[in-house]
């Protein structure tokens, strides 16, 4: 069974259409990179996938369960893990209250066990030993490890990443990938889009191209060096000479 | 009279100001909640209505709000003691101020938060109680502390509906003893020690919540 499928997703701003009418399917344990130039809605279509922006038009199915339409979005909210780009962590409540407020509130685990399963996935990421700082006390690459944990500690069918380290000093982006890899290493079902292409071509075992609001050509990590689309090409080739 | 005697006279007051303004305050308090939440979560009726008060009141001045409840209101036949009429009216004029303080600090916490909250699965009221009402009440501490300072400062102007508040018990003490300078020098240190040292109350108060890593206002490392 297919973990995610996207059937003909559009959404439009008053009448500008940001995405238009976008299909994929995803399997168990894939890992799969969406790259493109930006303001493209990349990322609105990841948050149409758990519905933080509600989509206009198109299907989306969990595990074969309808997402779109169903009235309690919550419910499949919870098995889609999301990393964001700002991080987004809750200022307020130190590292390891970050990772285990949600099976605390959401899965209704006893406290002890919620606790057992953050510190899991805070060594995880490597940050066991700072799990009783708070967000403001980290630097932004272990902010981004605590949001991975944060998202695994649901123990996600699958996660969104919607440009993880875009917002990261070009030191710090390294760690962040290396969390990444490992989880696509084990298996973790991964949609990520990221401008950080030769992390693409490590990672993914699907790469998506695309562009206004459509997908222009999808395939192996392959694509990369040999695109077959002239779009792919010149969005390519102009990341090349920016390097 | 004697130095004693006129402080004694003095405490009275300050009792009565106090009075005022804890009331006052907490009365605004009370009505500012549901005012602000209905601003900032309402549906649009209600975001009208919230939002006109707040406009309405805000564009008023306190000493006409008190002239309207206690010298016009009787013309349709409610009627307050002085004591009741300030504390309305100081109350009212206040909730204006509280509600656009909690309206400021639920809208400072960042939406990401939210947005991460919803992602985790959370539902709406989860979210509030467990992202935003505990970081917007910290945000809202130092706020509501200056607006108390000038609530208690603005009881002085029941003077005017003849509430025997510190300023009218020196204004008393002042037409037997031909001091104005000494007494109103003798009310303003007492307005300012309260203010003060309420400021240094909730000073530790707000320490002790702070959220670590957030530096602390005025002091950054």
Redesign the interface.
Known sequence: MKVLEVRNLKKRYDSNEIIKGISFEMEKGETVVVIGPSGTGKSTMLMCINRLIEPDEGKIFLNGEEITGSKHPEIFRQRIGMVFQEFNLFNHLTVLDNVRIGPIKVKKLPKDIATKVAIENLKKVGLESRMNAYPAQLSGGQKQRVGIARALAMEPQLILFDEPTSALDPELVGEVLEVIKKLAREGMTMLIVTHELGFARDVADRIIFMENGEIIEQGGPEILANPLKERTKQFLAKFREGR | MDLLSILQVLLKGTLITAELAVISFAMAFVIAIPFSLGQVYGNIPIKIITTSYERIIRGVPLLVVMFIIFFGFPSIGIRFDPFTASVLSLGICSSAYQSQIFRGSLLSV?N??I?????????GT?IFI??TL??AI?FSIAPLTNEFTIVLKDTSFAYALGVTELLREGTYIISTTYEPLLIYLLCAAIYFIITFSTNSIVRRVEKRFA????EFRGERA
């Open positions: 960042p990401g938060q947005m991460a909250g919803q992602s985790l699965g959370m539902k989860q467990h992202i505990p970081q910290r959220i670590h890593g957030f």
